[in-house]
Every structure is written in structure tokens, then in C-alpha cells.
């Protein structure tokens, strides 16, 4: 045997171990054992309650295969995962769970097994679980997801009734009497004598861009989109909730992700009448700037901008995280099929007033309404808009978009855009929801 066979051989030997196999009284050969796999690394948890679902993320160097089954009295979940040991990041997943968790109570975390670590969810109430994985996309390595539903979902229609405005119907004499609530003293804005008339509660669904897993365009400050847009949502929706005829339904309250799909069908679950998506740009070149406002576009893209900022944000869902096996393929043909000239044209209406009164406030970065292939556009029965308020990649934006005045300012520009709408185009009567 030659000699640097010989040492190839030694050197293999020697990085194996050895199994005996006792047979018959004698000893079988040394048969050379591979090495154990390394285990897969837990690189991070994260945890994002909301009243719809919670979701809990693991983060990992691969791909994981689990097993999961649910216990009664009390009500737990319990999940095996193998290919791992134990590390302080997975530790960590019991710190994570807060106490106004709506479905989690507590988190158990332990080796159950060598190379198997068992999770026990104690939990507040009878869940559905949907548990998938992700593959690698942008920052992210693999994700193991659970997203625990509660049985009994919260419905978005009984909210508002629990506000008591939901089947309140305003008579004619008193509609005719609505002004805004600065009318009693004194205009807070000469624009608001664009004031609606109108007979019936109006619904109007505000739509926080990303969250949670999806933390949208992040400026050089660390300034996270998400964030940005959830804070001046919250300062429409009470500016909204000032008018007596109209009431809000929020897409997102928190920092959690909602599938682009899935905010449309929650507006119009609530029969909106209008809906407003609200974004805070970003570009490769930190001296874009300026505000939008796009509506839907049956034809294509109105410029290569408008194009590769609708890819970019039709990409969310992959950020963010969406079950593919759970998507409902009806949900997804009437949101590609049935999108309507109708609602483009009340949509690029509805654009126009919004973006002739954000001009007051900041730079335009187009003086027209742009279309595109939006996904979250796509209620074929909702005049619907997508703003981006100002590119956060821009550091002076960003200074802005962080501050209470524009974030102030922005809300009041969308609420008057919303009433010089309505002014010009009172919405249908509505058949009462029973």
C-alpha cells in the first residue's frame, strides 16, 4: 500500500470512532462510525402577540424538522424539535412572553431527549396552531413559525358594534347639521368647508404598512418603517373618530404582521367605504425625497418607479411570513379577478384630493396620482390608496417622519383629503348589516 494512501487511511481512522460489534462469541471487524451532524444553531426567538394571533419565531442556521400536538385541562401545546440541544438563545424564548399575551400564558423550554428539545406552551385558551417554516429571504436565515389563532376569532364587525356606533344611522335633519368638530369655536382649517353631508355612518379602513416580522424600509437612523406608519395611523384614526358620521377600522393596532391579502378581506369584511395604506418610502439613493399617493393600475405601471415600488412591497408577505398552505385560494382569486374600473376611478379620486392636500405639507416626488400593481389594492369593491408619506431613506425625511409636528401635520393633510372626497362624492347608501 503505498505510503500516502497509508496516512490518508490513519488520518479518517483517527477522526472516527470505533464501534465494536460483539457476534457469536467473536468480534466483528471495527466498523468506522460517521461523525454526529453538527446540531442546528437557534439564533434567535421573537415573540409578537396581537388580539388576532400570536406568532412566535425561531431563527436558525436550517432548516428544522418538528413535531407538535395539543393537550386539554389544562390547554397546552407541545412541540418537538429535532436536530437541536439547548442553547441560550431558545432559553431566552421564556423571557419573551409577556403577561397581556392573549393566548400564551407561559413557555416551557427543555432537552427532552438527546438532540430533541421539547417546547410546552401553556395557554390561555383553546388555539388553532399553524406551524411552517421559512426559507432564507433578506436578513433572515431559516424561521420555524407558529401562529397560534384562538378558535373563537375576534370579528372586526363586533368591535365596532362594541363601540355602539356600528348600526347607528344618522336622520337626515341632523346629517345636515354634521360639521367638524373645530366649528363650534373657530375653523381649524378653511379647507374643512369642504365638510360632507351625509345621511349614514361611513366606514373608513386605515392600513399600517408591515409589522412585525416585516419591519419595512429602515432609514440610516434606525427609524423603522413599521413603526413610523402604525404612530400616524393612530393619529388619523382619532382625527376620524372626531366626526360623528365616521368611525375606523385599523388593518394593525401593534407591531404585528398581517398578510397583504388578509387586510383586504378584513376591510371589506366591514363593508369599508374607503381605504387608506399608509408607507414611508425608501430608495437606493438617500437624496430621494418627497411624498406619493398611488392608486391601482389594470394597465401596468404609470413609471418604472411606481413598478419597482409595488414589487418591493408586494414582496412583503415574504418578509413577514405567510403560511402558503393556509391561504384561501377563493380569498386570492376575487383579489386578482375582480378588481374593477369602477374602483380605480373612485380610487385615483380619492388619490388626487389626498395628494393635493400632503402637498401642503411636503414636497411631492411626482405632482400626479401614480398607479401600479399594488396587491393591496386589489378590493374590487373599495376605492383604495397607497401613501407614502416620505422616503425614510433620506435622512432629513426621516427627522421628519420621527417627529410628533409632521407625523400631526400628515394626519390632518390625509383626514382633509378624506372630507374633500367625501364632499365630492357622498358615498351609496348601505343596507344595514344584521
Known amino acids: 500500500m503505498p505510503r500516502s494512501l497509508s496516512l490518508r487511511s490513519q488520518s479518517l481512522i483517527s477522526k472516527r470512532r470505533r464501534v465494536m460489534l460483539k ?5 466483528l471487524l471495527s466498523v468506522i462510525a460517521p461523525l454526529r451532524a453538527r446540531a442546528a444553531q437557534i439564533m434567535g426567538v421573537r415573540v409578537w402577540p396581537a388580539e388576532e394571533y400570536t406568532r412566535v419565531t425561531l431563527e436558525n442556521d436550517s432548516d428544522l424538522k418538528t413535531t407538535h400536538f395539543l393537550v386539554k385541562n389544562p390547554e397546552r401545546m407541545v412541540v418537538d424539535i429535532e436536530g437541536i440541544e439547548l442553547n441560550p438563545a431558545l432559553k431566552s424564548l421564556v423571557a419573551k412572553v409577556q403577561p397581556n399575551d392573549p393566548y400564551i400564558k407561559q413557555v416551557r423550554v427543555g432537552q427532552n431527549r438527546p438532540n430533541v428539545v421539547r417546547l410546552v406552551f401553556d395557554l390561555k385558551e383553546e388555539v388553532r396552531p399553524q406551524v411552517f417554516v421559512l426559507p432564507p429571504v433578506g436578513s433572515y436565515q431559516h424561521r420555524l413559525i407558529f401562529d397560534l389563532y384562538p378558535v373563537n376569532p375576534p370579528d372586526p364587525i363586533a368591535a365596532l358594534i362594541q ?3 356600528w348600526a347607528k344611522e344618522l336622520p337626515p335633519d341632523i346629517a345636515a347639521q354634521i360639521e367638524p368638530p373645530a366649528a363650534a369655536t373657530k375653523r381649524a382649517d378653511p379647507r374643512e368647508e369642504d365638510a360632507p353631508r351625509i345621511n349614514r355612518m361611513i366606514t373608513i379602513a386605515l392600513d399600517p404598512g408591515h409589522g412585525g416580522e416585516d419591519p419595512g424600509a429602515i432609514g440610516a437612523g434606525g427609524s423603522r418603517e413599521k413603526d413610523v406608519v402604525l404612530a400616524i395611523a393612530k393619529r388619523l384614526k382619532a382625527r376620524i373618530e372626531q366626526n360623528p358620521n365616521m368611525r375606523v377600522m385599523l388593518t394593525r393596532d401593534a407591531d404585528y404582521f398581517v398578510p ?6 378584513k376591510a371589506r369584511k366591514v ?11 425608501a430608495f437606493v439613493e438617500p437624496t430621494a425625497r418627497g411624498s406619493s399617493v398611488f392608486a391601482l393600475s389594470e394597465k401596468g405601471a404609470s413609471s418604472t418607479a411606481a413598478r419597482w415600488l409595488a414589487n418591493k412591497e408586494n414582496a412583503a408577505d415574504l418578509i413577514g411570513g405567510v403560511n402558503l398552505r393556509g391561504q384561501d385560494q377563493q380569498l386570492a382569486s376575487v383579489l386578482l379577478d375582480l378588481s374593477t374600473t369602477a374602483q380605480i376611478n373612485d380610487s385615483i379620486k380619492l388619490a388626487k384630493a389626498v395628494l393635493g392636500e400632503i402637498g401642503g405639507i411636503n414636497r411631492l416626488h411626482k405632482g400626479a396620482v401614480e398607479q401600479a400593481g399594488f396587491a393591496v389594492l386589489k378590493a374590487p369593491d373599495i376605492p383604495s390608496i397607497l401613501v407614502e408619506t416620505a422616503f425614510i431613506s433620506n ?26 372626497y367625501f364632499s365630492k362624492n357622498p358615498p351609496l347608501a348601505k343596507s344595514r348589516l344584521t
Do not use: W
Open 271 to 281: 363593508q369599508a367605504d374607503l381605504f387608506v395604506s399608509i408607507h414611508a418610502d
Open 395 to 420: 435622512p432629513e425625511e426621516e427627522a421628519k417622519l420621527t417627529d410628533d409636528g409632521y407625523q400631526e401635520q400628515m394626519a390632518q393633510a390625509l383626514m382633509n383629503g378624506i372630507r374633500k
Open 23 to 27: 457476534a457469536g462469541g467473536g468480534f
Open 260 to 265: 397583504l391579502q388578509q387586510r383586504v378581506h
Open 163 to 165: 363601540k355602539g356606533d
